[in-house]
């Protein structure tokens, strides 16, 4: 999985002093909203790199290492979303640079790392963010679509933490990022869906997913978060699930589902 991050190691909000919080002076920005940085919902958001606080936002994901340069950048991140009940159009990734790898040929740690985000993040926890927005646009034209994102962190303030965090539930899995709008209102959402059927385990050859059907269609879900995890092992072509809970993005061309734990895989007969 390639995810979209443009930071640039010029930026003051790569090396914020030690201790930062988003009240800092260095971090402190403009207040706004997910909602108002994601249209349609936000209508037109603030222009790209530009700095901004949200507050009071809900942890959906884990902090998860986004993307590994042996002896460069190590870029760590989180989905977040205005509120506990996800509603279309009200999450974003999240992403700032950690570490750098220690050589060349040593990829950046898992966990750790730094980031400016704690290293426990956990969905359900409540934050405040103090970031850059960027309305990244893949550069292809073949399939490119815009993904709103968070990036050069400043500081993320945790104020609490176990909030009862609420899917959009009931979707069909062919149903998903599936509209005309640009971005779509499902990306970054935490979804769960209606039953799907595996067709098709590797698409890839590379186990980084597996291919389900549903009633209108299929999507790719993303084996990114569930393989850091211990014992798993991908499913068999023809395995049925009740319902499959994750993080809806669009990446590589595809629209998939990105479950955060093996727990978010109901299977069903």
Known sequence: MVFASCSSAGDPDDNPPAGATVDSAACLHPNTTVAALVPPAGGIPPAADTKVT????VATSAKFLVRSIPGNGCVYGFWASDGATAQPSTAILV????????????????????????DDLAAGDLVDISAEYIGYRAPTTRCSRAVPQLEDLCAVDRRA???AVT??????????????ADPSPDEAVLVTTQP??????????????F????????????T????????????????????????????????QLVPRAPADLVAGP
């Open 196 to 209: 799907a059927t595996v067709t098709d385990p590797d698409p890839s050859h590379d186990g980084s997913a």
């Open 161 to 163: 933490r176990g909030v």
């Open 167 to 180: 899917a959009l539930a009931n979707l069909d899995v062919g149903d998903l990022g599936d509209d005309a």
């Open 224 to 255: 990114l978060l569930l393989a850091r995890g211990p014992a798993w092992h991908g499913p068999a072509a023809a395995a049925r699930f009740t319902s499959l809970t994750g993080i809806v993005y669009f990446d590589n061309c595809h629209w």
């Open 54 to 57: 949200v507050r009071g936002v």
């Open 95 to 118: 992403t700032g640079r950690g570490n750098d790898a220690p050589n060349a040929t040593t990829p950046c740690p898992v966990t750790g790392g730094g980031g400016h985000i704690p």
């Open 211 to 222: 291919t389900v059907m549903g009633a209108h269609g299929a999507l790719r879900v993303s």
